[in-house]
């Protein structure tokens, strides 16, 4: 194994022998960071045995699994969260230290404090060639529109903020709104990142889109209308999600027409994010209402596919259904291979790093769900996988604000907002 000293706070290196992470901790490693997918080769530890070694030895251990051609913003981002998070110097290897050495390099640039043009000459003063590494830091500054993640570790869901490099109009995507059921807290958190980040790149909220009524967290939705005046919308099936809803909630002054959005998008409605073309695909399955947003080369598909190691999402809540899911993927891979593909959950299988971009390629090719799969196997595979999930734990909190396009309940006489239950409504009890 070959280690190289980037920094005192980075060193990079091929594959080391989990039996020596004791020394590395002795040396005064606080973080071992690998970057390798599992089997690339035979006799390859794992992320099993290198995480066992890492806690053993007293080293945090961190999963960030990628291929060259493979890496996405969520690596780079997750990267460098490791090195800033690190208590102490972190060790970070692949199969030769190049990997780890071009995640570094790549979110140096990022974050302004590399040039692209220094990235070749750096990777050769430490005996690495980071050409793969300048391509890929090309090839993204082509790209529209610019996609950014907010991965969101409370409910595993994915925010985006999707831009247009022209004219610096943007779209947000499935944003959340923080809430604690034990203490009944509600919060900004997260949508406040997201306002930081559109202030600081000097953005204007044009659409502010969900793909379906959540049924796992808040939507921010409202919140961020309130604070950017931009438009919001979901799909206009969201109406019989409101009286599904109305009926199990027992509620009749909820409104079930979809007012509470500007705008309810039907299949192949078409709208645009400044000058980037977006159109709309229904992909109901996961819920009634579900929707897909394609914009630019890029298709918002939240809870129909996961990360290709992930699979699919589940298809058993009310008004789901694992063949109309089937039927709405399928429109979905019917895409151009290359379509930069984002998805809304990441459960991080493995305990791996979170990771939402893949492609409609590496889908078909690559999602055990989806692969040489056809529909009666996928209905068998998803319904037997349902009948195991407990519901969510915010599915009766969630859907009271989500089918209201995330306004809260409205205060009661004492000022205080008000959540309210069924008991014995739903199936999916957790014992
Ligand atoms: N443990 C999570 C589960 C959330 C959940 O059920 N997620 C849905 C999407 S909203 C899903 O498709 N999960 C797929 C799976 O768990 O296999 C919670 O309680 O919130
Ligand atoms: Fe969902």
Same mark, same amino acid.
Request: proline share 6%.
């Given at each position: 194994m070959n280690a190289t000293r980037i920094s005192d706070r980075l060193t990079v290196a091929g594959q080391p022998d989990p039996a020596m992470f004791g020394q590395l901790a002795a040396e005064g490693y606080k973080v071992l960071l690998n970057a390798r997918p599992d089997g690339e080769e035979p006799g390859q530890p794992g992320n099993k045995v290198e995480g066992q070694a890492a806690k053993d030895s007293g080293l945090d251990y961190v999963f960030v699994p990628v291929t060259g051609p493979g890496i996405t913003e969520a690596d780079v981002q997750a990267f460098q969260k490791t090195i800033r998070d690190a208590k !102490?110097?972190?060790?970070?290897?692949?199969?030769?230290? =190049?990997?780890a050495l071009a995640l570094y390099a790549i979110g140096e640039v990022l974050d302004g404090r590399m040039k692209r043009d220094e990235v070749e000459p750096f990777g050769r003063s430490h005996g690495f060639d980071l050409? !793969?590494?300048?391509?890929? #830091? /090309?090839?993204?500054a082509k790209r529209s529109p610019v996609i950014k993640g907010f991965f969101d570790p409370r409910t595993w869901s994915i925010q985006y903020v999707v831009t247009d490099p022209a004219t610096k109009h943007c779209a947000i995507v499935d944003p959340v709104y923080d809430f604690d059921e034990k203490s009944g807290s509600t919060g900004t !958190?997260?949508? /406040?990142?997201?306002?930081?980040?559109? $202030?600081?790149?000097? *953005?204007?909220? $044009?659409?502010i889109l969900d793909t379906h009524?959540?049924?796992?967290?808040?939507? %921010?939705?409202?919140?961020? &209308?309130?604070?950017? !005046? %931009?438009?919001?919308?979901?799909?206009s099936h969201v109406v019989d999600v409101q009286k599904l809803w109305q009926g199990i909630y027992n509620w009749p002054e909820l409104?079930?027409?979809g007012s509470q959005w500007d705008r309810l998008f039907s299949a192949g409605d078409t709208f645009t994010v400044g000058s980037v073309k977006a159109r709309v695909l229904f992909s109901p399955?996961?819920?009634?209402?579900?929707?897909?947003?394609? @914009?630019?080369?890029?298709?918002?598909?939240?809870?129909?596919?996961?990360?290709? /190691?992930s699979g699919t999402a589940r298809a058993d809540f009310p008004g789901g259904s694992a063949k109309v899911l089937w039927a709405s993927i399928q429109e979905i891979l019917s895409l151009p291979d290359e379509t930069r593909v984002f998805t809304g959950h990441d459960y991080q299988p493995g305990g791996r790093n979170p990771k939402w971009e893949s492609t409609v390629g590496e889908q078909k090719r690559l999602n055990p769900h989806l692969a040489g =799969?056809?529909? &009666?196997?996928f209905v068998a595979l998803r319904d037997a996988r349902d009948?195991? #999930?407990? =519901?969510? &734990?915010? @599915?009766?909190?969630? #859907?009271? @604000?989500?089918?209201?396009?995330?306004? *809260?309940? $409205?205060? $009661?006489?004492?000022?205080?907002r008000y959540l309210k239950f069924p008991l014995d409504a739903l199936e999916g009890a957790a014992w």
């Open positions: !102490g110097p972190v060790f970070a290897h692949c199969k030769s230290g =190049m990997r050409t !793969g590494a300048v391509r890929w #830091l /090309d090839r993204e !958190g997260n949508a /406040d990142a997201i306002l930081n980040y559109i $202030e600081a790149e000097g *953005l204007t909220v $044009e659409w009524p959540h049924a796992d967290h808040f939507s %921010a939705a409202h919140y961020l &209308k309130q604070k950017t !005046g %931009a438009k919001t919308a979901i799909g409104r079930t027409d399955g996961h819920t009634l209402a579900s929707i897909s947003y394609v @914009i630019g080369d890029a298709v918002f598909v939240h809870d129909t596919i996961f990360m290709p /190691d =799969m056809d529909e &009666k196997r009948k195991t #999930l407990p =519901m969510p &734990k915010l @599915i009766l909190h969630a #859907l009271q @604000i989500n089918t209201r396009g995330g306004r *809260l309940p $409205e205060p $009661e006489a004492n000022g205080r």
